[in-house]
């Protein structure tokens, strides 16, 4: 009865979690005429795109910009919403109710890495809400950010297969983190980035768990990671040039941001 009780109130945790977050996103995406931010305009114009021509005009992940195109015309259908008013609501409700969806997969690993150590249960509900509460994600990572708020959501699913993963082989595991990363790579090719370092990191520990304990393996899974790390950048630098020259910048050279 105790554990029921503990999940109970676990569960009770999220979904005030959830709604909280939902609620301080809304309130910002639907604060203004347009939807708030320096590229606010930049989601529902390439929605109009590709409901008008059937592609985005430019080059960007995709994955994103189909869920908000099949919710604006479910909108027109059941509304009296223009197609542009209609877009422009499908994009205010992704924005406002999908990355809060982050908390579910980080309550999910938070409670099985924490789970029988003392005081679990105030540390996953912490956790939980810092992943969805914290400064960034609702005042930073909203409007004109959503595919970054969204990557989240698959990164903290794939973390959480690998986990499980982790602890036990399994098919479904491996095609679940599988599903996840191709989600991943979908919604946000920064998001994708840190998806990829994320597995290196996995696949060091989870194979140093399994190797014998030789050193000189260890040293060869070392490089053989190192390396795989190095590959990775290059075939993010190839694919992306312009993003990771950005993202360099701003880790090397923080204040540059504020330069004009």
Do not use: C
């Amino acid at each position: 009865m105790n554990n029921l009780g503990t999940r109970k109130y676990q569960l009770i945790t999220l979904l005030v979690i959830l709604l909280l977050a939902g609620i301080l996103r809304a309130r910002i995406d639907f604060s203004s005429q347009m939807l708030p931010g320096i590229n606010g305009g930049y989601y529902p114009l390439l929605v109009r795109n590709l409901l008008e021509f059937g592609s985005l005009r430019i080059s960007d992940t995709l994955l994103v910009f189909w869920i908000e195109s099949a919710l604006s015309l479910l909108i027109k259908a059941l509304t009296s919403l223009s197609l542009d008013g209609s877009i422009l609501m499908a994009s205010r409700l992704f924005d406002s109710l999908i990355p809060p969806l982050t908390a579910i997969p980080v309550f999910l690993l938070a409670s099985r890495e924490l789970k029988g150590q003392k005081g679990s249960g105030a540390a996953t509900a912490l956790i939980t809400a810092f992943s969805v509460l914290y400064f960034s994600f609702v005042m930073v990572l909203v409007s004109d950010m959503q595919k970054n708020a969204a990557g989240l959501i698959w990164i903290a699913a794939y973390s959480y297969s690998l986990s499980r993963l982790h602890a036990e082989t399994r098919p479904k595991w491996i095609l679940m983190a599988i599903f996840f990363l191709v989600m991943t790579g979908l919604t946000h090719s920064g998001s994708l980035l840190v998806a990829g370092l994320i597995t290196l990191i996995f696949l060091f520990f989870h194979l140093s768990a399994t190797v014998k304990k030789s050193r000189l393996l260890k040293i060869a899974l070392f490089l053989f990671l190192a390396v795989g790390v190095i590959l990775f950048i290059l075939l993010f630098q190839m694919n992306d040039p312009g993003r990771l020259n950005r993202m360099t910048t701003v880790l090397l050279h923080p204040l540059k941001i504020f330069e004009a």
